[in-house]
């Protein structure tokens, strides 16, 4: 056997110390026509799968330093999943107990990803005024303010957010560039990721310019502030973290236009990211088309991977839902609910609040003759945020017949796929693949009933 003797060892101390030094890709295949070269910073090879793995151990670290964080405390954050998971994955590593507070619209895949790595998930409505106890920022508040040895990082006016990009993700970008960057396009969230990567490139090259790629109805760049469906960018007020200043114009991008190239960007660069990143690259290739110069280079950053997004952005029948996707012509799901209900109004939606014991969920299969329930939100019934089924509660009853004093928040599955009355039976169909027993139908976008299997069956059997 040959030796290794005096061969140098790459053993990292910890998972920690490999965030950051993701990759500079070019996206060559995306738009062939494209003379502008375009290239990724590609944040979901961090182990938390986003850039706000770089953010949170900045975070920690500097309030180790200042002493706001002491051993056994606990770290309380608002957050849209990313910033929740880097600080979930430190803490886990460090000591620490973390709750996340986050928005409604968030998709379960990124509450469950905080749960798998032990945070505490508090979720709240994201249609309500800033102003608003139950906004997910206030709600945060009072849980710092009750919770013994609590710290709140506070991305959006903590220092450490900018700081870490100027220290690292603004030197990688020049680096693996090799200087050449000419053009920066970047999504503006908490400005963390603009505000430091722009400070650090400018000391680089003055003339390197910054363009905030933004969600219609964000504050940034929208005249009317209005809810939007893609995650983690855009915001309803100006985070202290963000310097207005770095920033030398905004590109404004649809929510069909952010999920639709983020759906591209998966067919053609391989490249499986979430909505925002979408969002930055159309913006991206806006100004890159614009430019049409073969010598400049634009680097958009890609804040995060898209597995989290599966239920959503990459599935059809959300895409559908929304009205981002053309829809089928025949037989419809409509024609399913008049065949189950008969002539006249088709009944209430029967649903059950995410905050409700479970024994409640259970009394309303008996009261209604369902086996499957869509979870609502408690501040809003318009926002599914789950589902419930007499089988996986059986499930948990078998291991725990306490499991009916739970919350059902506790013991939700994801929500069921949605379809509109007006998709083909035929699509609702393949929805139902594997385990999946029923659909939400909407109409104009609002939840109006459940069909399952059967009803399926029994529409393509007439």
Request: with cysteine; hydrophobic share 40%; charged share 25%.
């Amino acid at each position: 056997m040959g030796s290794t003797t005096g061969a140098p060892a790459e053993i990292q101390d910890s998972i920690l110390d490999t965030i950051g030094e993701t990759p500079l890709v070019s996206l060559r295949r995306l738009e062939p026509d494209l003379r502008t070269p375009l290239a990724a910073k590609v944040e979901l090879f961090n182990p938390g799968g986003s850039i706000k793995d770089r953010v949170a151990v900045a975070m920690i670290e500097a309030a180790e330093r200042d002493g706001h964080l002491r051993p056994g405390g606990t770290i309380v954050e608002p957050t849209s999943g990313n910033t929740g998971t880097g600080l979930a994955l430190a803490a886990r590593l460090k000591g620490y107990r973390v709750i996340a507070v986050m928005p409604d619209k968030v998709s379960k895949e990124k509450i469950d990803l905080l749960r798998a790595y032990g945070a505490e998930v508090v979720v709240c409505p994201t249609n309500v005024d800033p102003q608003s106890p139950e906004s997910y920022y206030n709600v945060a508040d009072r849980l710092t303010a009750e919770t013994p040895g609590a710290f709140r990082p506070n991305q959006y006016v903590n220092p450490a957010n900018p700081d870490a990009h100027y220290r690292s993700t603004g030197p990688e970008i020049w680096r693996q560039s090799g200087g050449r960057i000419t053009h920066l396009v970047a999504g503006v969230g908490t400005g963390g990721t603009i505000t430091g990567c722009a400070r650090h490139l400018r000391e680089q090259n003055p003339d390197v310019v910054v363009i905030g790629a933004d969600p219609v109805g964000s504050i940034f760049s929208s005249e009317v502030v209005k809810p939007y469906l893609v995650e983690g960018v855009g915001e309803d007020f100006w985070p202290q973290t963000f310097d207005p200043a770095v920033v030398d114009r905004y590109v404004t991008v649809s929510d069909r236009d952010a999920f639709l190239m983020t759906r591209k960007l998966a067919r053609t660069e391989g490249l499986l990211v979430g909505g925002s990143g979408g969002l930055a690259v159309h913006a991206a290739v806006v100004v890159a088309r614009e430019l049409d110069d073969p010598g400049a280079l634009v680097v958009v950053v890609l804040p995060d991977g898209g597995r989290s997004y599966l239920s959503k952005v990459f599935n059809d029948g959300w895409m559908a839902q929304h009205g981002f996707l053309e829809r089928s012509t025949d037989r419809t799901v409509g024609d399913v609910m008049l065949d189950k209900h008969g002539v006249g109004e088709v009944p209430p939606l029967v649903v059950v609040e995410s905050e409700q014991e479970v024994r409640s969920a259970v009394a309303l299969f008996h009261a209604h003759r369902v086996s499957q329930l869509p979870v609502v939100s408690s501040h809003d019934h318009d926002a599914i945020v789950g589902s419930v089924g007499e089988r996986g509660l059986l499930r948990h009853a078998i291991v725990d017949a306490a499991v009916l004093d739970a919350h059902v928040f506790e013991v939700m599955e994801a929500p069921f796929p949605s379809v509109s009355v007006e998709d083909s039976v035929r699509d609702a169909v393949e929805l139902l693949a594997g385990d999946r027993q029923a659909l939400t139908v909407t109409d104009h976008g609002r939840a109006v009933g459940i069909v399952t299997r059967s009803d399926l069956l029994e529409s393509l059997a007439r």
